[in-house]
């Protein structure tokens, strides 16, 4: 089973994923694809002495470009850790059923174009939630709308901050992510 991760920031999540396969020879993770040149997921990448591809978001509309590349790598899987830009429509119908997200909400709350990082928490703790949580789901063409795979959920309080929502997420991510990524490659069949 080969990886390939979309981020478009610190890369906290890259960096989980990476550490975690990283003994487990039955899946490797490939490339890190970010259309952000000095995005953090690109050092952990390096550090780990996985490839790195930069592009465009012109490139990423164009289509053929990144999709030669993920052709290359021989992707089996695509997964977006924090990446920002839309996944044009005619990428996601070549790769169906290969892409998944990550959201730091209990989609489908809190979800669609903008919602994301500390806009998603604002909006929870603005809104008096009791709980927030992460969601894993397909990617299709609507932002945050795909097939959900698991969800995993954290208790609010009043006391909560931005700050420790955004701790508790993060709590979360690292948690389940990578294992969520771990179970559906035996699982399904990619
Ligand atoms: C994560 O909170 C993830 O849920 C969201 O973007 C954030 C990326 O964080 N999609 P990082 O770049 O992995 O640290």
């Known amino acids: 089973m080969r990886i390939a991760l979309f981020a478009s920031g610190t890369g906290s999540n890259v ?72 996944i044009p429509e005619e990428f996601i119908v070549k790769f169906k059923g290969k892409i998944i997200n990550l959201h730091p909400s209990l989609l489908p709350k809190y979800g669609g174009k903008g919602m994301y990082g500390n806009n998603v928490h604002k909006a929870v703790l603005a809104a008096g939630e009791k709980k927030t949580g992460i969601t894993i789901h397909y990617v299709n063409e609507h932002y945050d ?14 006391e909560d901050t931005l700050e420790s929502v955004g701790l508790k997420i993060k709590e979360l991510e690292k948690k389940y992510f990578p294992s969520t990524i771990e179970e559906l490659t035996t699982t399904t069949q990619l």
């Open 15 to 86: 960096k989980n994923i990476i550490e975690y396969f990283s003994d487990k020879p039955k899946v490797s993770i490939v490339s890190v694809y970010s259309n952000k040149q000095n995005a953090g997921a690109l050092t952990h990448a390096t550090n780990a002495g996985i490839l790195t591809r930069v592009f465009s978001g012109a490139q990423l509309k164009e289509i053929a470009p990144i999709y030669q590349l993920i052709e290359q790598d021989r992707v089996d899987l695509i997964v977006l850790a924090g990446f920002l830009l839309k």
């Open 145 to 158: 709308k795909g097939a959900i795979i698991k969800q995993f959920e954290t208790a609010l309080s009043t």
